[in-house]
Nanobody, 123 residues
Framework: QVQLVESGGGLVQAGGSLRLSCGVS????????MGWFRQAPGKEREFVAR????????YVADSVKGRFTISRDNAKNTVYLQMNSLKPEDTAVYYC????????????????WGQGTQVTVSS
């Protein structure tokens, strides 16, 4: 059973930073492209970022480009989302997801999801 667990969320003031982590177990981590998504109350789930299996290729949504960075450490079975210059509109539950089917594509096939971690950005 593949399991993903996010951590690192919390409350931060606008302009601040947070780093989210997602640990993966149950299957070879390096076989999965990884993605970060977010969902604000009343809104659809939104793509945030994606990283290829080896970490060489990344995609970041326009809404967070220049502020968020996705990275991974395959030795630790962990993917990260560094969030800088946070804005109130970044407030959402953030989810990580694993794609064992596609690699270097922006829109993946995410079969496994974490439980989410809350990020709240105050004004």
């Amino acid at each position: 059973q593949v399991q993903l667990v996010e951590s690192g969320g919390g409350l931060v003031q606008a302009g601040g930073s947070l780093r989210l982590s997602c640990g993966v177990s149950g299957r070879t981590f390096s076989s999965a492209a990884m993605g970060w998504f977010r969902q604000a109350p009343g809104k659809e789930r939104e793509f945030v970022a994606r990283i290829s299996r080896g970490g060489a290729t990344t995609y970041v949504a326009d809404s967070v480009k220049g502020r968020f960075t996705i990275s991974r450490d395959n030795a630790k079975n962990t993917v990260y989302l560094q969030m800088n210059s946070l804005k109130p509109e970044d407030t959402a539950v953030y989810y990580c997801a694993a794609d064992f089917t596609n690699n270097i594509v922006r829109a993946g096939n995410y079969a496994y999801w974490g439980q989410g971690t809350q990020v709240t950005v105050s004004s």
